[in-house]
Nanobody, 128 residues
Framework: QVQLEESGGGSVQTGGSLRLSCAASGFIYTRYTMAWFRQAPGKKREGVAVLDSDGEISYTDSVKGRFTISQDKANKTLYLQMNSLRPEDTAMYYC??????????????????????WGKGTLVTISS
């Protein structure tokens, strides 16, 4: 049974930091592209950061220089370090997995269509 379980969300002030974690199980982690998404109230889900099975990393423009995606392959855990947080970062954050190559070339706006598995999300709230 595939499971992706996020943790680490919370409420912080502008400029603060949070570290999200995603514990994965039930699939061959090293064969999958892993990603973080977020969805703010009333907005579409958007891709935030991707770590593919070859180790290549990409970020959406709005988080470049502030967020860092990483992983612990041995423990099948994905992380998202978020620094210099802004009120516009407030959202539910989701971890997702896609089979190798499934999201290659997809634009950020369509990335979620290629993901196979999703976690239930963890809420991040940034106050001004």
């Amino acid at each position: 049974q595939v499971q992706l379980e996020e943790s680490g969300g919370g409420s912080v002030q502008t400029g603060g930091s949070l570290r999200l974690s995603c514990a994965a199980s039930g699939f061959i982690y090293t064969r999958y592209t892993m990603a973080w998404f977020r969805q703010a109230p009333g907005k579409k889900r958007e891709g935030v950061a991707v770590l593919d099975s070859d180790g290549e990393i990409s970020y959406t423009d709005s988080v470049k220089g502030r967020f860092t995606i990483s992983q612990d392959k041995a423990n099948k855990t994905l992380y998202l370090q978020m620094n210099s947080l802004r009120p516009e970062d407030t959202a539910m954050y989701y971890c997702a997995a896609a089979q190798r190559g499934a999201v290659c070339g997809l634009p950020w706006t369509h990335l979620h269509y290629g993901m196979d598995y999703w976690g239930k999300g963890t809420l991040v709230t940034i106050s001004s």
